[in-house]
């Protein structure tokens, strides 16, 4: 390995702890995720709607993403991740996929209420490896309270504001008025006549504080390269999240304001994909590690998700990982990010070999329904 690639690693893997769970479910939307790879570029759009990519590599995190790729039919979908315990919440959806039928498995995840969960917990890691199942044992009285899919770190500062901070600026009549399905000017006139109050302006400003969301959501040194306020970010972003999209359709707005799902769910978790994903799982491959030593086995992608994970690097580190990455992709291999606060695109140097999709970006973020990301980005290497 390179010098460049073994600092490259280091400030990854020295970022943040990884040695407990820091998601439990995916906070980044699928929908979004495979549109963006199931569309031709902009000059073969006329065309190619479908493109053939055999091998995805996707940042694992919870998992959800991952398994959301087998519906595009790759022959491979491998899921890299520095955690391990990131990585045993992808093998338990595995397992659940394999031995819960769908409505179990909504239960076991927290989406739907359940008094099951302890025994869906074990069904679900009957074929797990040792490590997994030590894992989620270690963990059942969470699973049990809130779901495998609330039993995260991140979740759990959700938790604390759904139920100390939100009622401080709005009353259940109000919070459930926010999923009822209205046209784009009534959810614009809801919005601000009824919930963006002064006690919801200073609620944000108290609760998504880079301080706050360091401390009980995401590491601290997550926002290491982040300039600016967190809570402005939150307060601009909230417009997008409940009138541009419809909250009636948002899976991620319905748990962290109701601590479930009511009318949506994540794209790998509704009923018409379950299937699919479970006659698919034998296409996953796990990786325990950095995608710079996935990089280094000398094998090629067609796509990769990256997640935010550019967000979290130095400049100098996020130009020497992507020039990796383009050593790692097969022509017209798709690069799709998301960045929250941080702006990270193709370095200049590497412009030339990139040909950006601002079309399909332009029109998939307005459908982004993880409302956090101010940039969704996709690259295609030519």
Sequence with gaps: MTNAKANANAEIAGKARFDYLRYAQLWEDADV?????????????????????????????????????????PQRVVAIDLSKVQIAALQLRMGAYRNLAHHEFLQLMGSQPSDQRDALLQRALQDCDTETSAFWNSNKDLVIQHGAAGAGKFEKYFRVFRRYMLPLAHNKKTINELFVSRSAVAREKFITQRFITWRWRLLLKLFFSNTMMGALGRDKAFFDHVEGSLSD???????????????????????????????????????????TIRERLDRISIIHGSIEEWVDSGEKADGFNLSDIFEYMSPDVFETVYEQLLSASNLDARLVYWNMMVPRRVPQRHAEKINTQSSLEDALKLKDKAFFYSDFVIEDVI
């Design 33 to 73: 995720l495979t549109a963006a790879f199931a569309t031709g570029s902009d000059e073969l759009a006329a065309k190619q709607t479908n493109r053939p990519r055999n091998t995805l590599v996707s940042i694992c995190s919870a998992g959800d993403n991952a398994l959301a790729l087998l519906t595009l039919d």
């Design 233 to 275: 970010h939150v307060a601009s972003r909230v417009h997008h999240a409940a009138v541009t999209c419809d909250p009636v359709d948002n899976p991620y707005l319905q748990w962290i304001f109701l601590g479930r799902h009511t009318t949506a769910l994540p794209m790998a978790w509704r009923a018409e994909h379950y299937q």
